[in-house]
């Protein structure tokens, strides 16, 4: 492999690894804002008890997140070194209001979320909920900030090679932002609510925890409910925005070598030297129908060979990569649309095979996010900034053996950390939301309950550990 290979390899492990965890957490924080919420606004311990679990899940994965994210930037001055001597006078100032509106409010309030329960009074509580949830979204806004501006570079100039902004408006509100923004804040809100309804739905499966299985499941498939067809509205949008200006990753996403076809490939194995598909499964008019609304079949999809081999985009990754976003997209649809079915027949708390069901549901919605950041990057190829920076002319010039070792460390690690997390998950889960319970929790006026100051938060300790 080559220094240019091996480079988009280790980005690309990095910011696969790192989207894991926004795509959960983004979304819990704001659930978090909502059942502190309803649980000041109520007092039903059950409100407390779903903060308190849900809190577990969210605390590691977004220590975890930070600190992959970190990483990214490191790597965008070292292996990228030349992308970001360019692009620095644009990229670098986007970031650097990243750190101080997101990782700022953030870092100001995680320890309140995360300790402050029995510790400060419940406004403060809620505040600080949002406050994190707030920080999470203002730094999605700057990453899809920038790596929008990437896609469709508008409010600049080159000066010497170096892209110099003219227009800050222009920059931020990119033509292709102002789509992907709220699209991926969709994204992950539909992610966070499957990975919710999943693990609640093993709880109805078991039998357990039933009160707290039932509320979590229904906010979150409710919420999933509301947000599929925005999302299938918003995703539509930024392909009807974005792809007209990138042609070769739309020829590249229908997987089409040569023009002519009006159906849609469901499946295909692309051949990128002979510029042909070995296999493929090709449904007659749907293409027609789905890319350009036309029932007719009279529309024909592009083909890749319009596109100079040279500034062709590696086909079988972006084709495979909308294909995962597509189907987990129509998985989750259909989901939230026979979960709503259920619920108006009231239904929705005895249908056991639907629960199964839900249950292999939770990672759709990751799946979906990470299927459709391959699609946005492998389809933008060859070019880092869309039609002005090669890739190939944006790597820094290094030892392709130092880079090499790199690549093998940072692949062993973080598969360590995700099987360590899913782990984590797993074991809370099994430990289950009954240790949360307030309810369960002796009082320190109870009959022979000794009246001691317990050094650590009833948050964070289970009914052993108080009791102990």
């Known amino acids: 492999m080559s220094l240019l290979d091996l480079s988009r390899w280790q980005f690309a492990v990095t910011v696969m690894f790192h989207m894991t965890f926004p795509a959960i957490t983004v979304g819990l924080s704001i659930f978090l804002s909502v059942v502190y919420g309803m649980y000041w606004r109520t007092g039903k311990p059950v409100y407390l008890q779903m903060f308190r679990f849900w809190r ?11 600190v992959a994210g970190a990483v990214i930037t490191f790597e965008m001055g070292l292996n990228w070194g030349v992308y970001g001597a360019k692009t620095g006078p644009i990229i670098g100032p986007i970031l650097g209001m990243e750190v101080v509106t997101a990782f700022f409010v953030e870092a100001g309030f995680i320890g309140v979320l995360l300790y402050g329960e029995g510790r400060v009074r419940k406004p403060t509580m809620f505040v600080s909920t949002i406050m994190v949830a707030l920080g999470t979204l203002l730094s999605s806004t700057w990453i899809i900030v920038a790596n929008s501006w990437m896609q469709t570079p508008a409010g600049y100039r080159l000066v010497d090679g ?10 931020i509100f990119n033509p292709s932002f102002v789509w992907r923004w709220p699209h991926m804040v969709a994204a992950v809100l539909v992610s966070a609510a499957f990975f919710m309804a999943g693990i609640s739905a093993w709880y109805l499966v078991k039998g357990r925890a ?7 499941m229904s906010i979150a498939l409710g919420a999933a409910a509301v947000l599929m067809p925005v999302q299938l ?9 974005e792809l007209p200006s990138q042609l070769p990753k739309l020829e590249a996403i229908e997987g089409n070598w040569a023009g002519g076809n009006t159906g849609f490939i469901l499946f295909a194995i692309p ?14 008019c749907l293409g027609s129908a789905i890319s350009a609304k036309d029932l007719s079949c009279g529309t024909a999809m592009p083909g890749l060979d319009r596109t100079p081999a040279a500034d062709r985009p590696d086909m079988a990754a972006t084709f495979w990569g909308f294909r995962v976003m597509f189907f987990a997209a129509v998985l989750m649809f259909g989901t939230a649309f026979a979960a709503t079915i259920l619920r108006m027949r009231n239904r929705l708390w005895t249908a056991r095979r639907f629960h199964r069901f839900v249950l292999w549901t ?4 990751i799946l979906a996010i990470l299927g459709g950041w391959v699609t946005a990057e492998t389809g933008r190829q060859p070019w880092i900034v869309f039609g002005q920076l090669r890739t190939s002319e944006a790597v820094s010039k290094l030892a392709p053996g130092e880079v090499l070792f790199s690549v093998i460390g940072f692949s062993v690690l973080y598969l360590v950390m995700l099987v360590a997390y899913i782990a984590y998950i797993l074991h809370t889960v099994h ?13 320190p006026d109870a009959p022979g309950t000794a009246s001691i100051q317990l050094s650590g938060s009833p948050a964070l300790l289970g009914p052993r550990e108080v009791a102990a």
């Open 271 to 284: 051949d990128q030297q002979a510029a042909r598909n070995i296999a493929e499964l090709n449904i007659p």
């Open 162 to 171: 170096r892209f110099e902004p003219t227009d800050w408006m222009r920059v």
């Open 233 to 241: 509205y918003l995703g539509d949008s930024v392909s009807g925005h």
């Open 210 to 216: 039933k009160g707290f299985a039932r509320r979590s």
């Open 362 to 365: 939770t990672p759709a919605g």
């Open 431 to 443: 430990l289950g939301p009954e240790r949360d319970d307030p309810r369960r929790e002796p009082r």
């Open 56 to 66: 577990r899940i969210f605390a590691v994965g977004f220590a975890i997140g930070v």
